[in-house]
């Protein structure tokens, strides 16, 4: 294939995505397989081809960010942020809260948001900002069409209120959509939201390098509002919160102090 360390920089002279940035084995062994499955030889002929082909360039990002997504995923950690993280702030901060849902993918957390909410303020209250690396699953997420699968372990009083069955698929309602502000992003360089209350970053840590998490901790950090919260997967506590300005909340919720 030729020179990891020279592709890895070419890429980032071309996307401002920092390959070193991700565990090495696991993102190389991807690439390699992406490029494979395209007949392509070389790292040199890849970028070459990255360079005029705009489908191939969105085909490698979108392989790039591994959009594994669904409805209220761990719905333990879902219900606590209903029954005690949204009370909280809500007495901290007053019924309109600044949320951002990082790496949202497909849009399925932030609209899990947007409804858990609307337990407490009507919709028309409601503003989530929501990125994600990846320009085609956020358009995904704006069209707001899901197979059955994704909405599997999400209520059925969720279901029933905000989404109408198209064929096998389920739409969500526009009313819900409306809430939710998309926009792409990079975690690893682009300025992130300021002041915020809530920030959203599920199961996209574990990708990164703990280097690259420690820095992406402290900027999220800063992105908050004191007593801000931070809700992060369940594979991805943060050892040693304190080092970043945190206090542990909950189980994968954080407290900025």
Known sequence: MGDYELFKSKIFQMTKIDLSCYKERQMKRRIDALITKRGIKSYDAYVNALRTDVE????????????????????????????????????????????????????????????????FIPLSRIKIIATDLDKQVLEKAQIGLYDEKSLKGLPKEFVQKYFTK??????????????????????????????????????????????????????????????????????????????????????FFYKKD
């Open 166 to 251: 198209i064929g096998s698929s389920y739409q969500i309602h526009d009313d819900v959509k409306k809430c939710v502000q998309f926009k792409q992003h990079n975690l690893l360089k682009d300025p992130y939201p300021s002041q915020c209350d809530l920030i959203v970053c599920r199961n996209v840590m574990i990708y990164f390098t703990e280097d690259a998490k420690k820095g992406m901790y402290h900027r999220f950090n800063d992105a908050l509002k004191k007593d801000g919260m931070l809700f992060v997967g369940s594979t991805e506590q943060i050892i040693a919160p304190a080092d970043y300005g945190f206090t542990t909340y909950r189980s």
């Open 56 to 119: 191939l360039m969105e085909e490698f990002v979108t392989y790039l960010t591994i959009n594994v997504s669904e409805f209220y995923r761990n719905p333990e950690q879902w219900k606590v942020l209903e029954n005690e993280i949204f009370p909280y702030l809500f007495e901290r901060f007053g019924n309109t809260l600044k949320i951002w849902s990082a790496a949202c993918s497909t849009g399925d957390e932030p609209y899990t948001l947007v409804m858990l909410l609307a337990k």
